[in-house]
């Protein structure tokens, strides 16, 4: 069973870059593609980006210029940067499967991290 | 990218009620549409993927139908368990995955 378990910095001030990590324990982690999503309170669910096992990426058009996500395949881990925070970048982030492969590729968030609240105040 | 509209967007209903959530793509994304509930402080929760298919474990109140444009997502018979709020999520063209705004339920 894949469970994956994430960290990060909770409290941020405006400009500063928000960093997050993920890791990944059980199942295969080069069969997925991994991603990144937030929700603001009381708000829905926005994607932030994706990337596999080879270090390609995928990333939402309104947030491409400040987002780096990051893979080390060596600690079954991968992580977020975003930079120049605002206080609209306060959400709770998650970490999630997006893609899978068995004997073809799925397209669902199947695997999901326990969310980091992540707060952009001065 | 591919807007997902869901109505309604709170609904009350009764233990036992048939409740039924619809989710309108802004075009045609054949049945790649997922169904994911949220509970509070939770992560979401696939539900249902490729519009009509039952993840496995997800008690079987819970269906959803549809293609093209228009997805309805089902709940049988309401449990007080099942109060959360619903999501549909499309993947037509891959990237941007983008959700509708939710739909919160809760007991009446």
């Known amino acids: 069973q894949v469970q994956l378990q994430q960290w990060g910095a909770g409290l941020l001030k405006p400009s500063e870059t928000l960093s997050l990590t993920c890791a990944v324990y059980?199942?295969?982690?080069?069969?997925?593609?991994w991603s990144w999503i937030r929700q603001p309170p009381g708000k829905g669910l926005e994607w932030i980006g994706e990337?596999?096992?080879?270090?390609?990426?995928n990333y939402s058009p309104s947030l491409r210029s400040r987002i780096t996500i990051s893979i080390d395949t060596s600690k079954n881990q991968f992580s977020l940067k975003v930079s120049s925070v605002t206080a609209a970048d306060t959400a709770v982030y998650y970490c999630?499967?997006?893609?899978?492969?068995?004997?073809?590729?799925?397209?669902?968030?199947?695997?999901w991290g326990q969310g980091s609240l992540v707060t952009v105040s001065s | 990218d591919i807007q997902m509209t869901q109505s309604p967007s709170s609904l009350s209903a009764s233990v036992g009620d048939r409740v039924t959530i619809s989710c309108q793509a802004s075009?045609?994304?054949?049945?790649?549409l997922n169904w994911y509930q949220q509970k509070p402080g939770k992560a979401p929760k696939l539900l249902i993927y490729?519009?009509?298919n039952l993840e496995i474990g997800v008690p079987s109140r819970f269906s959803g139908s549809g293609s093209g444009r228009d997805f309805t997502f089902t709940i049988s018979s309401l449990q007080p368990e099942d109060i959360a709020t619903y999501y549909c999520?499309?993947?037509?063209?891959?990237?941007?995955?983008?959700f509708g705004q939710g739909t919160k339920l809760d007991i009446k």
């Open positions: 999630a499967s997006s893609r899978g492969y068995s004997s073809s590729w799925y397209y669902r968030f199947d695997y």
């Open positions: 059980g199942g295969s982690f080069s069969g997925y593609y």
């Open positions: 990337i596999n096992q080879s270090g390609s990426t």
């Open positions: 075009q045609d994304i054949s049945n790649y």
């Open positions: 490729d519009a009509s």
């Open positions: 999520q499309q993947y037509d063209n891959l990237v941007p995955y983008t």
